[in-house]
Structures are given as C-alpha cells and as structure tokens.
C-alpha cells in the first residue's frame, strides 16, 4: 500500500504547477497507469480523496487511464496487448518482443481554471 | 475559463531524479548496486549472509538493509565484517532514493566493489521506487507458490535476476519449479534465473558468478 505517498507526489506536483501560475485553481488531474506500474488505481483514487478532502485542493478531479502491457514482436513487427501476459505474439508466434508500452506512472496533464486581468 | 496543461512528468519524478543522481555517483565510483526484494521471508537476508560469507577476499561490499521495524537484520549481517546499516522506514512499505541517498552519507563509494541494498519484504511497493541500482533481483521460495509471478507482474517484470530460493525443500512442498520458471518467463522473457539454496548451497557458485561478473564489468580492478 503505498498509493498514499504516490498520491502525495502527485499533490506536490500539482502545487509546484500552481504556484508557477499565479491565480490559477486545479480543477483535475489526469494520470496514465500501466499495469505493470505497481500502482492499484483504486487504492490510488483511496488515498488521493482522502489527502485533498479538507485541503485547499478541494474539489479537485482525478482522472486515470489504465494501461495495458503492449508488446511489439521483433520478429513481424506486430504490435499486441499482453493478454494475461502471454508474450507470444499471437500473428507468428514468436517470443521475441519488447514491451513498448504498461509501466507508465505519469501526469498527463492538469485541467487548470484560470483567472485573467 | 478552464485551461488543459499538458505536464507529461512522471508521478515520481523527485524520486527518479535523486535515483538518477545515485546512478551516476554509483558508476563514477565503480560500484556496482543490487536492490533485492521479496515478500517477507524469502530468505533475502539469509542469501546475503551466505554470499558476504562467500565473497572472495579483496572484494570490498557494503550492505544497507531495509525494514518497518528493528535492526535485527543488521544485527545479523554484520557479523561478517563488512560495513552494514539498518535503515528503519517506520512503517513505510518500500525505500526510497531519498532514504538510500541519506544513508550513504560517509561511506566512501569508492571503497565499495558492491553494495547490496536489501528492500523490505514486500512484492508490490517496492517495484516502483528507482533507487539508482544496476539491478533489481527478485526473489522467490519455493514455498510460496509459483503463480506469484502472474500475481505480482511488476516486479518479476523488473527484475534481472529471478531467484528461486530454498530450493532444497523442493521434496517436500507440492511447488511446481518448471511451472514457476515458465511463469516468470511470461512476464519476463530476458531475466536470468537461478535456482539456489542456502542450507545445502545449491546454485551459490552460480549466482556467486552472477554476481562477479557484474562486479568486473563496472569496475576496471
């Protein structure tokens, strides 16, 4: 369980955009989480409600995109979702692959309103 | 009106980059960095008594072991001379690159062949804290069931090294090792994987050997 303190990082940079942005009030923020990240969305969204609610954050929006394990084959150049992470790539077979795509932990994006002069 | 700013950083980007940082101090000394991880009782800190015992004279190593609570495991490793320090997290379930960072201070890297960071025995929070090692090795007994691969991708999809450990207890638990092997492989079709035992030292020349030639590939001794 460790979404807390990964939610507290989001926070954080969150405010750093804030504070860059005088005026400026976060109304969401947009995250990509693959599911080889290690992060549980749910637990994620838990911690992240918990830590906003009372803060000068509320209300703010959380938006995930959950990522599936992309494989891309080496040897006919497919591109797949690792369903229950079979590797083999399901147009020839082969196990030669490389993950393209399933570890992200990123912010995408803030939804900011904006005041202006 | 509303605005969209596009932020594209990654959630731990204060982490990355202290552990990027750490990275660089590791590969200017020459030291090469190993971060284990494991449920608890895997038998992480009994593989590193066994291999500190194990280690070649002349090889310099270091270790800093991870945990909630207690220096027990300190305690246990130091006996073999080398230099060791606890780091207690105080109830957080991973370290940090912070936490490696600090307790680095006034050990001199360039003293150090290998520093072996031992994580706390955990499966999942562990995976996604870059803490500036050459490699995460992973570890599983065969006590605990070989669908943890499937269970738990993101480590085994980490790791360089999948270790199968207490592999002398094989007779005696219903734990399928080609089946544990096949799921690793699933999740991870590049990592090493080894079979060892510490009670009757099967595997230990070859994990030893793991181990040395990484050493002799960071360093030019």
């Known amino acids: 369980m460790h979404e807390v303190g990964i939610a507290a990082s989001v926070l954080d940079a969150i405010r750093t955009e804030l504070n860059r942005r005088p005026g400026a009030r976060a109304i ?3 995250l990509r989480i693959g599911e080889l990240s290690g992060v549980e969305p749910s637990s994620l969204r838990f911690g992240f409600e918990a830590l906003v609610s009372g803060s000068e954050l509320e209300p703010l929006r959380l938006d995930v995109e959950y990522l599936p394990r992309v494989q891309h084959c080496l040897d006919c150049d497919a591109r797949f979702h690792a369903d229950r992470y079979t590797l083999a790539c399901p147009h020839c077979d082969s196990l030669r692959g490389e993950c393209i795509s399933g570890d992200e932990l990123d912010i995408s994006y803030i939804e900011l309103a904006e005041e202006h002069a | 009106m ?17 552990a990027i940082e750490l990275r660089e101090r590791f590969a200017k000394a020459n030291t090469l960095v190993v971060n284990l991880i494991s449920s608890p009782g895997s038998g992480k800190t009994r593989l590193l008594e066994r291999t500190l015992e194990l280690l070649p004279d002349g090889v310099h190593a270091a270790v800093l072991t991870g945990d ?3 220096d027990a495991d300190a305690t246990r490793l130091a006996r073999f001379g080398y230099p060791v320090r606890q780091i207690t997290t105080g109830g957080t379930c991973h370290l940090d690159a912070k936490m490696i960072t600090k307790h680095l201070d006034g050990w001199n890297l360039e003293e150090l062949d290998i520093l072996f960071i031992e994580n706390v025995g955990n499966l999942v929070c562990p995976s996604s804290y870059d803490l ?14 070989e669908e943890k691969p499937l269970k738990y991708p993101s480590i085994f999809f980490k790791s360089k090294l999948i270790l199968l450990t207490k592999t002398d207890l094989l007779p005696y638990v219903p734990f399928d090792y080609e089946l544990a092997q096949r799921n690793a492989r699933q999740v991870n079709a590049e990592a090493d994987i080894l079979g060892v035992s510490t009670t009757n030292g099967e595997g230990m020349r070859e994990w030893m050997e793991w181990l040395e030639k990484r050493v002799s590939a960071v360093g030019c001794r």
Do not use: F, H, Y
């Not at chain 2, 969209?4 to 204060?14: A, F, G, N, S, T």
């Not at chain 2, 500036?132 to 069931?145: F, N, R």
């Open chain 2, 2 to 18: 509303t605005n969209v700013v596009p932020l594209e950083q990654k959630v731990l980007k204060e982490n990355d980059r202290l």
């Open chain 2, 132 to 145: 500036g090692e050459a490699a995460k090795i992973v570890l599983l007994s065969v006590t605990e069931g």
């Open chain 1, 28 to 30: 969401a923020v947009g």
């Open chain 2, 68 to 70: 909630i609570q207690t």
